[in-house]
Nanobody, 125 residues
Framework: QVQLIESGGGLVQAGGSLRLSCAAS????????MGWFRQAPGKEREFVAA????????YYADSVKGRFTISRDNIKNTVPLQMNSLKPEDTAVYYC??????????????????WGQGTQVTVSS
């Protein structure tokens, strides 16, 4: 099994920054791709960003390009999501996900079997 833990959520004013982190453990897979998704009340789960294991290729939703950065922290063995220039519309529960999706499905929440509990991000105007 793959176990995921998110951290770093909180309350921030518009224009501010937050750094989320996702830690993965387990021996189900020798390697996994990891993604960040978010869901606001009354809305569908939305792709935010993803990073592959083998090549560290990154993918972003158009709504966060230029503001959010996903990476692998090899010192802490985590996948952080740096969020800058936050907007009220970024308010949501943010979830970390892990699996081995294809290139075509890496933005699809249905391609990930393992999920964290989620962390709340609230951006005030």
């Amino acid at each position: 099994q793959v176990q995921l833990i998110e951290s770093g959520g909180g309350l921030v004013q518009a224009g501010g920054s937050l750094r989320l982190s996702c830690a993965a453990s387990g021996r189900t897979f020798s390697s996994v791709d990891m993604g960040w998704f978010r869901q606001a009340p009354g809305k569908e789960r939305e792709f935010v960003a993803a990073i592959t294991w083998g090549t560290d290729n990154t993918y972003y939703a158009d709504s966060v390009k230029g503001r959010f950065t996903i990476s692998r922290d090899n010192i802490k063995n985590t996948v952080p999501l740096q969020m800058n220039s936050l907007k009220p519309e970024d308010t949501a529960v943010y979830y970390c996900a892990a699996d081995r999706p294809t290139y075509y499905s890496i933005r699809d929440s249905g391609a990930y079997r393992y999920w964290g509990q989620g962390t709340q991000v609230t951006v005030s105007s």
